[in-house]
Structures are given as structure tokens and as C-alpha cells.
């Protein structure tokens, strides 16, 4: 069974920036896509970020472009989300998860299904 662990969310203010990361071993990461989801509380999860890992292509959600990036190391299999510029709409439990790089295809990248490896998820709050 594999479980993907996420760290690195703490409480930060707002303007601040947090660096979430993904531990994905034992995957290869090369064979998989991966996203970041986020959930607050009283909303459904909703995707922020993925890569896919085949041909590094990267999506993000409008409500994070310019501020939130992500990335991965292949020699670690760890997979990143820097978070620049929070805002208090920003916290969440945030989730990493992967799917197979060949079927999590552009237009399927935000179809939570498509997805077959997730982590517990790491809590971010942004408050002053």
C-alpha cells in the first residue's frame, strides 16, 4: 500500500510564504502526476496544482497562479508546493496525490478519481 506523506503546513501570516512537501516514496516519479488539493473547512477538496512527471507540464488554478509553484525532485521522490503571497482563503488542509502519468491527461487533471495514491494532508493557516 502506498501512502504518500505530506508536511511542512503550520500557522503563517498573511503575505507569508510556506513550502509544503510530498513524500512519495516508493514511486518512480517519473511514471506518475501529481497534484496538490486542498480542502477548508465547510467546502469541498478542490485541486490547487499538479505536475506531471512524464513531461514536467504543470497546471495550476487560477486562484494560485503567480503565487503558488510546484516542483519536484526525482533523486528524493519528493514533490514540492511553494506558496507565496497567502491569504486567509488559503487555509485548508492541503493533500498530495498521484495518478499515472499516461491517463491523468489535461483534462482530467482536477478529476479527484484519476488519482489512485493520496496523503493524509497537512494543515496551512493563514491568520494574523
Known amino acids: 500500500q502506498v501512502q504518500l506523506v505530506e508536511s511542512g503546513g503550520t500557522l503563517v501570516h498573511p503575505g507569508g510564504s510556506l513550502k509544503l512537501s510530498c513524500e512519495a516514496s516508493?514511486?518512480?516519479?517519473?511514471?506518475?502526476?501529481f497534484g496538490w488539493f486542498r480542502q477548508a473547512p465547510g467546502k469541498e477538496r478542490e485541486g490547487v496544482a499538479v505536475?506531471?512527471?512524464?513531461?514536467?507540464?504543470?497546471y495550476y488554478k487560477d486562484f494560485v497562479k503567480d503565487r503558488f509553484s510546484i516542483s519536484r525532485d526525482d533523486a528524493t521522490k519528493m514533490v514540492y508546493l511553494q506558496m507565496n503571497d497567502l491569504r486567509s482563503e488559503d487555509t485548508a488542509v492541503y493533500y498530495c496525490?498521484?495518478?499515472?502519468?499516461?491517463?491523468?491527461?489535461?483534462?482530467?487533471?482536477?478529476?479527484?478519481?484519476?488519482?489512485?495514491?493520496w496523503g493524509q494532508g497537512t494543515q496551512v493557516t493563514v491568520a494574523s
Open positions: 505536475i506531471n512527471c512524464r513531461d514536467s507540464s504543470t
Open positions: 516508493p514511486l518512480t516519479l517519473e511514471y506518475y502526476a
Open positions: 496525490a498521484a495518478g499515472w502519468a499516461g491517463t491523468v491527461t489535461p483534462d482530467v487533471v482536477w478529476t479527484e478519481e484519476e488519482y489512485s495514491y
